[in-house]
């Protein structure tokens, strides 16, 4: 009797490498538009100056956080998060539209592996070129290539990173530091981090973060519906595949579809999957495979739009492209733009009214409250004092809600542009019948414009 044999079950398949084609079209120009609007934003807004300093700097030391002519403190915290709402529910809004374009035109992962695999064309050529290298023995010529592509990778990473850090550190100090070797630690671990980051996920892993690592292929499909843009397939208008000429929609006397089956959608796909079987996850709508598929279609002199942008109720019902028009402002999107139309609208008016001027009054519990010698009674208390603007101010500050309230001293502080100044501020009042604590207010205007002025309230302790 013969023993069972062991089989040996892998539960997971090794990667296969994919080796994206070449295409040229409207998406393609489009996503290089995409490549290079965000690019030229990311790695020139740190050299860009404005009020003789950085436009666009995080300083984490001075928690001061500047966008052109804005300065935000810690206590704005509500405004980050406003933008973090306010970008949540434009990706829903943009996803109920048109699917997963944000991935495939200005995602950073799309962007970053656009940017390599150009490098990787320009140095180990087409796809068919880059196939038949990997397949090579290891030679003088395949290792000139493979370590000049991945040096030029190198270089755009670390830079990438360099630029990443020069958002918190001023890029201007951040070069001179490097240049003179004298970078710090932190400076150095993040630039490193970042760029080695950049490296591995469009270098190496590619269309593994968009198919295993980013959560938004995962949930995306609660936010599709049946009105919902995305890359599709005519199955009707395609099937039967069959190559050839046709004629008069038949291939050597038997019905043919349009599809010829080249498989150049499946070749120019970056995560690799054939589109002709539906709608998967792992398709980042990045529209390769319509372009792709749109030079077939005009070389046999078929019309475009075999594989083209649809939605699942325009294949059903063959709409075009008007009647699809007017089902994308459906009531999901709607509600989405109200609250997005809503949320952006306060947003922007909050920051309009903003005052640039902040007090926060901390009593001097070492002292809670003396009688001096006329009667009178004092309180003394620290003023913390921001000025939120990039000029410098001098404010006035005035006590009231106390019967002879006043401030000992001029009552005038001298700000600097984009700081914050702590007082001693010693306030004086008349007798009070009642011990214990009473309201006080302290009115902080700014002497060049009355309107910038605020009110905060403490306690006045009369002692007992």
Same mark, same amino acid.
């Given at each position: 009797?013969?023993?069972?044999?062991?089989?040996?079950?892998?539960?997971?398949?090794?990667?296969?490498?994919?080796?994206?084609?070449?295409?040229?079209?409207?998406?393609?120009?489009?996503?290089?538009?995409?490549?290079?609007?965000?690019?030229?934003?990311?790695?020139?807004?740190?050299?860009?100056?404005?009020?003789?300093?950085?436009?666009?700097?995080?300083?984490?030391?001075?928690?001061?956080?500047?966008?052109?002519?804005?300065?935000?403190?810690?206590?704005?915290?509500?405004?980050?998060?406003?933008?973090?709402?306010?970008?949540?529910?434009?990706?829903?809004?943009?996803?109920?539209?048109?699917?997963?374009?944000?991935?495939?035109?200005?995602?950073?992962?799309?962007?970053?592996?656009?940017?390599?695999?150009?490098?990787?064309?320009?140095?180990?050529?087409?796809?068919?070129?880059?196939?038949?290298?990997?397949?090579?023995?290891?030679?003088?010529?395949?290792?000139?290539?493979?370590?000049?592509?991945?040096?030029?990778?190198?270089?755009?990473?670390?830079?990438?990173?360099?630029?990443?850090?020069?958002?918190?550190?001023?890029?201007?100090?951040?070069?001179?530091?490097?240049?003179?070797?004298?970078?710090?630690?932190?400076?150095?671990?993040?630039?490193?981090?970042?760029?080695?980051?950049?490296?591995?996920?469009?270098?190496?892993?590619?269309?593994?973060?968009?198919?295993?690592?980013?959560?938004?292929?995962?949930?995306?499909?609660?936010?599709?519906?049946?009105?919902?843009?995305?890359?599709?397939?005519?199955?009707?208008?395609?099937?039967?595949?069959?190559?050839?000429?046709?004629?008069?929609?038949?291939?050597?006397?038997?019905?043919?579809?349009?599809?010829?089956?080249?498989?150049?959608?499946?070749?120019?796909?970056?995560?690799?999957?054939?589109?002709?079987?539906?709608?998967?996850?792992?398709?980042?709508?990045?529209?390769?495979?319509?372009?792709?598929?749109?030079?077939?279609?005009?070389?046999?002199?078929?019309?475009?739009?075999?594989?083209?942008?649809?939605?699942?109720?325009?294949?059903?019902?063959?709409?075009?492209? *008007?009647? +699809?028009? %007017? @089902?994308? =402002?459906?009531?999901? #999107?709607?509600?989405?733009? /109200?609250?997005?139309?809503?949320? !952006? &609208?306060?947003?922007?008016?909050?920051?309009?009214?903003?005052?640039?001027?902040?007090?926060?009054?901390?009593?001097?519990?070492?002292?809670?409250?003396?009688?001096?010698?006329?009667?009178?009674?004092?309180?003394?208390?620290?003023?913390?004092?921001?000025?939120?603007?990039?000029?410098?101010?001098?404010?006035?500050?005035?006590?009231?809600?106390?019967?002879?309230?006043?401030?000992?001293?001029?009552?005038?502080?001298?700000?600097?542009?984009?700081?914050?100044?702590?007082?001693?501020?010693?306030?004086?009042? *008349?007798? +009070?019948? %009642? @011990?214990? =604590?009473?309201?006080? #207010?302290?009115?902080?205007? /700014?002497?060049?414009?009355?309107? !910038? &002025?605020?009110?905060?309230?403490?306690?006045?302790?009369?002692?007992?």
């Amino acid at each position: 009797m013969n023993a069972p044999r062991e089989a040996v079950v892998k539960m997971y398949a090794a990667r296969e490498e994919i080796y994206p084609r070449e295409v040229k079209g409207r998406y393609a120009a489009l996503r290089w538009a995409c490549v290079w609007l965000t690019q030229l934003l990311f790695y020139g807004l740190p050299w860009l100056q404005w009020n003789g300093r950085q436009a666009v700097l995080f300083e984490l030391g001075a928690r001061k956080f500047h966008l052109f002519g804005l300065v935000l403190w810690p206590q704005d915290f509500i405004y980050l998060a406003g933008l973090l709402i306010i970008c949540a529910y434009g990706l829903f809004m943009v996803t109920a539209v048109a699917g997963r374009v944000w991935c495939g035109f200005a995602c950073p992962q799309t962007v970053y592996t656009e940017v390599f695999l150009w490098i990787e064309r320009r140095i180990e050529g087409a796809r068919s070129a880059r196939i038949r290298l990997d397949r090579q023995p290891w030679t003088f010529e395949k290792i000139a290539k493979k370590g000049a592509k991945h040096g030029a990778w190198l270089a755009v990473a670390l830079w990438t990173g360099f630029t990443f850090v020069g958002y918190f550190t001023p890029a201007r100090v951040l070069l001179g530091e490097f240049a003179q070797l004298a970078v710090g630690p932190w400076e150095a671990f993040w630039v490193l981090f970042y760029g080695l980051a950049t490296y591995g996920n469009a270098g190496w892993l590619r269309e593994q973060v968009c198919k295993y690592m980013c959560p938004y292929a995962r949930f995306q499909s609660a936010m599709f519906d049946k009105d919902t843009l995305i890359v599709t397939y005519d199955r009707r208008r395609g099937e039967p595949r069959r190559p050839g000429p046709r004629v008069a929609g038949m291939v050597g006397g038997k019905p043919a579809g349009d599809c010829i089956d080249c498989t150049l959608c499946v070749q120019a796909c970056p995560t690799g999957i054939d589109i002709r079987r539906g709608l998967q996850y792992e398709c980042i709508g990045c529209a390769a495979c319509i372009d792709a598929c749109d030079s077939v279609m005009d070389r046999i002199g078929t019309p475009r739009g075999l594989i083209r942008y649809a939605t699942g109720n325009a294949l059903a019902k063959g709409w075009n492209m *008007a009647q +699809v028009r %007017r @089902r994308l =402002a459906r009531p999901r #999107v709607l509600a989405y733009g /109200a609250v997005l139309a809503l949320l !952006v &609208a306060g947003m922007t008016a909050s920051l309009a009214l903003r005052t640039p001027l902040k007090v926060d009054v901390i009593r001097d519990r070492g002292s809670m409250g003396r009688e001096l010698e006329d009667g009178r009674i004092e309180n003394v208390y620290r003023l913390q004092l921001m000025n939120t603007s990039e000029t410098a101010r001098t404010v006035r500050l005035v006590a009231s809600g106390l019967d002879g309230a006043e401030i000992v001293g001029s009552g005038l502080v001298a700000l600097e542009p984009a700081s914050t100044r702590g007082v001693a501020v010693r306030v004086r009042a *008349a007798p +009070v019948a %009642r @011990r214990g =604590a009473h309201r006080i #207010v302290f009115n902080v205007s /700014a002497l060049d414009d009355p309107a !910038v &002025a605020v009110r905060e309230e403490a306690a006045f302790v009369v002692p007992r």
